[in-house]
């Protein structure tokens, strides 16, 4: 089999920031985290619009254009977008972060936008849900690129199930799914509703590792104690070997959010992220 090509999703070369209100941002320059990501072995970059915006504030998205392509960075990952199921007159702030990633869409050329789901236990309503990402996948598509909606167990779309519901009723071509190792192992699916899944729908996937057993509350678990790809008890080669089996060819994103992964310098965290999740594949390869 061809070796496969691995994006470093954002979090895994953002250093010391996590997904919390004032955390989010890298304290690492754009630029160095792009070439340390290429050099330990990626093709692939996820970009964070917090960091975008900070990367614009100085520069410009020919720039970052230039320097993808200058470190062989071949496919891009555009996150994170919330809010885009609420109304007109509620979404302010979305509508603003959806205009950039836009823009970013059509200068940047990404494999795929990721957005996410309600956090926050607001409600659920499927109609109203299913316009907000017609509307968004529409606005992608116009870009150029297509819509990863990554489902979560401690969100409002907590399931498979859910997602397949709210993406099939929207009903638009560039809109999918995120498969996320960590969530379908923390109960959002299985790998029997997995394997019935159309390659169709399946825009984006990322692999990571954990321990068998839940610690805290689930968002807690998420973004402090994921670890690296066969370092844990996740069914990370029987994930692979599935979604191959589907027709997926990748992009495969790494995801590592951890407490002491995030502490360590990218130029030895970032190799030991790739090979690790390398490895999983010459597994499947050799089984």
């Known amino acids: ?3 496969p090509d691995l994006l470093a999703t954002c979090w895994t070369t953002a250093g010391d920031a996590v997904p919390l209100p004032g955390r989010d941002a890298s304290p690492i320059p754009l630029p160095v985290r792009i070439e340390q990501a290429a050099r330990a072995g990626f093709a692939g970059f996820g970009l964070m619009h ?10 410009d998205l ?3 254009r230039r320097i993808l392509d200058d470190n062989g960075i071949r496919h891009l ?7 885009w199921w609420l109304d007109e007159e509620e979404r302010a702030e979305s509508d603003r972060v959806l205009d950039l990633l836009v823009k970013a869409s059509e200068a940047l050329g990404p494999h795929h936008v990721k957005i996410g789901p309600d956090i926050t236990g607001g409600p659920y309503d499927l109609e109203r849900s299913a316009a907000g990402f017609h509307r968004v996948s ?35 071509p560039a809109g999918g799914l995120m498969l996320d190792l960590w969530h379908v192992e923390r109960g959002a699916a299985t790998f029997e509703e997995l394997a019935r899944l159309p390659i169709d729908l399946i825009k984006g ?4 590792d954990g321990a068998a057993e839940q610690i805290g509350d689930g968002y807690t678990d998420t973004v402090l104690r994921r670890r690296l790809c066969g370092q844990g008890d996740f069914r990370v080669t029987e994930f692979i070997g599935l979604l191959r089996g589907l027709g997926w060819s990748g992009p495969w ?8 992964y995030r502490v360590r310098p990218l130029e030895s965290a970032l190799p030991e992220a790739y090979t690790t999740a390398a490895r999983q594949f010459e597994l499947v390869e050799g089984a």
Not at 253 to 260: A, D, H, K
């Open 50 to 59: 917090v960091d975008l915006e900070e990367f614009l504030r100085t520069s």
């Open 253 to 260: 994103g790494v995801e590592i959010l951890s407490e002491t």
């Open 138 to 172: 529409e606005a992608f598509a116009q870009a150029g690129t297509a819509v990863a909606l990554e489902f979560m167990p401690f969100s409002n779309i907590d399931t498979l199930a859910r997602a397949v519901e709210l993406v099939t009723t929207a009903g638009h």
């Open 77 to 83: 990952e555009l996150e994170f977008l919330t809010d």
């Open 62 to 64: 020919p720039t970052l």
């Open 1 to 3: 089999m061809p070796h």
């Open 205 to 208: 996937v990322e692999l990571d």
